[in-house]
């Protein structure tokens, strides 16, 4: 019988996180103040963050310890297994070898654990004893939950109100490890105040739960912020996923020429695709890393690369990233945890260096997609991840048009149990094709008055 889950043991959990920016050609240009414009060092950063979190954002060091509390409640799950989909390469009638990393045997269903985990750790260290934070489609809102209750930590989440509405059971999944949820934007907040005034029927948006969890955090001195994707330090945690990747691609005596995670910030795809970037570096390999995202929000593939916001309102530093413009409102698409208005500083800059690439799928093809997944390898995934899929698919079908074999690994980053709404509007045909017009793009852009890169 072929071998279908190459699987690791818990002495196999990896010890250090990589981070990429020890081994990049050109390192990230540095965040500037919101005000001034002028660029910001670490301090700027210590009323919403830990110092050892802050150290971790700033480091050129390649390697990063992982304490060993956390290597302990990693493994709860860790390390996670890793399959060849044979159900899925008969389906497609493919040469091509597929592999996938499945993130969803965490407790929270997705990959978010890998990073909600030590930023609650260097919280506590520190005796914060609330975190606020801003959560999609919920997937990183449970984790931060979850990671919060096992420290004894206070978790407040702002939930936008899209997926606030559509998702009842991630809300109660969070109520139950102890966090409160708020629908975003909220009356609770100056900055959401400010949002329905302008808007009072806005679905909400990452940039805008952003807002409000940041102004949350800046009212206690015992309250921090904590981000579930775009910055270094969260791409840094998530690079567990690839180390592991590359060891059970070894087991099978196998390597990927393509490897392919979802992007709405960037973690999902750093936490897969940069260890096997390092393997660029180090051993001269030529492997191709793909971003897919979706086409009603394509930052990467349609986007800028100049400085803007984090947030809606303004209140976070200015990065370096591919961005849409942080007033961008994206349709209401099911995959949540992907509508967010710009990319993570790293993830931008290795774009603009060609040492990524990126691609866009409309949200019919990724559902289709996912179905088509669910039905050859029994996993029902989550619609991020099914934009994943939908690329690993189109490489797939390349390699049975031009008749080669080429071996594609993609990250599944979390199963679709708590999104079967997402699945009934799609059997019921109310999910519509959505992509934006070059007017729309334009109009957002058009609005941003932050510094341009040269």
């Known amino acids: 019988m072929k071998p279908r889950k190459i699987l690791l043991t818990e002495k196999d959990i990896p010890e250090k996180w990589y981070n990429i920016i020890a081994d990049m050609p050109n390192k990230p240009l540095p965040p500037l103040h919101p005000v001034t414009k002028e660029p910001i060092g670490p301090d700027a950063l210590e009323p919403l963050f830990p110092m050892e979190l802050i150290k971790q954002e700033v480091t050129t060091d390649k390697w990063v310890d992982i304490p060993d509390e956390v290597r302990h409640i990693y493994s709860l799950w860790r390390p996670t297994p890793l399959y060849r989909a044979y159900g899925l390469e008969k389906a497609l009638d493919t040469p091509a070898k597929i592999y996938y990393k499945y993130e969803g045997v965490s407790p929270s269903g997705s990959h978010k654990p890998?990073?909600?985990?030590?930023?609650?750790?260097?919280?506590?260290?520190?005796?914060?004893?609330?975190?606020?934070?801003?959560?999609?489609?919920?997937?990183?809102?449970?984790?931060?939950?979850?990671?919060?209750?096992?420290?004894?930590?206070?978790?407040?989440?702002?939930?936008?109100?899209?997926?606030?509405?559509?998702?009842?059971?991630?809300?109660?999944?969070?109520?139950?490890?102890?966090?409160?949820?708020?629908?975003?934007?909220?009356?609770?907040?100056?900055?959401?105040?400010?949002?329905?005034?302008?808007?009072?029927?806005?679905?909400?948006?990452?940039?805008?739960?952003?807002?409000?969890?940041?102004?949350?955090?800046?009212?206690?001195?015992?309250?921090?912020?904590?981000?579930?994707?775009?910055?270094?330090?969260?791409?840094?945690?998530?690079?567990?996923?690839?180390?592991?990747?590359?060891?059970?691609?070894e087991i099978a005596g196998d390597m990927p020429d393509i490897v392919i995670a979802p992007f709405g910030g960037g973690s999902n795809f750093a936490g897969l695709a940069f260890p096997f970037l390092r393997l660029n570096f180090d051993e001269g390999r030529n492997i191709r890393c793909i971003a897919s995202e979706p086409s009603s929000c394509p930052k990467l593939t349609r986007g800028v690369f100049r400085y803007d916001f984090g947030d809606t309102i303004g209140m976070t530093p200015l990065l370096p990233m591919y961005t849409l413009g942080h007033n961008f409102v994206p349709a209401p698409i099911h995959a949540g945890g992907l509508r967010y208005h710009g990319a993570g500083v790293i993830v931008s800059q290795l774009l603009k260096d060609k040492l990524i690439e990126a691609v866009a799928h409309d949200n019919i093809e990724v559902f289709k997609a996912g179905v088509t997944f669910a039905k050859a390898e029994g996993i029902i995934p989550a619609p991020e991840a099914t934009h994943g899929i939908a690329t690993a698919i189109a490489e797939a079908e390349k390699c049975k048009h031009e008749g080669v074999s080429r071996t594609i690994l993609f990250n599944l980053c979390g199963h679709g149990n708590f999104d079967m709404k997402a699945y009934d509007d799609y059997f019921s045909g109310n999910i519509v094709k959505h992509e934006l017009s070059e007017v729309d793009i334009h109009q957002s852009l058009a609005k941003l008055d932050t510094p341009e890169i040269l």
């Open 114 to 249: 890998n990073t909600s985990v030590p930023q609650a750790y260097y919280n506590k260290k520190e005796g914060i004893k609330r975190i606020t934070t801003e959560t999609g489609a919920g997937q990183w809102g449970s984790a931060l939950a979850f990671a919060c209750n096992h420290f004894n930590i206070e978790c407040e989440v702002f939930m936008v109100k899209l997926s606030y509405l559509q998702k009842p059971y991630r809300k109660i999944m969070m109520n139950t490890w102890g966090a409160k949820v708020f629908p975003s934007p909220s009356e609770i907040t100056q900055a959401g105040k400010k949002v329905l005034a302008e808007d009072p029927n806005t679905t909400g948006s990452l940039g805008i739960a952003i807002s409000e969890a940041v102004e949350r955090a800046a009212t206690r001195d015992d309250t921090k912020y904590a981000l579930g994707s775009v910055l270094n330090h969260v791409k840094l945690h998530q690079t567990i996923i690839g180390q592991e990747a590359v060891a059970q691609m």
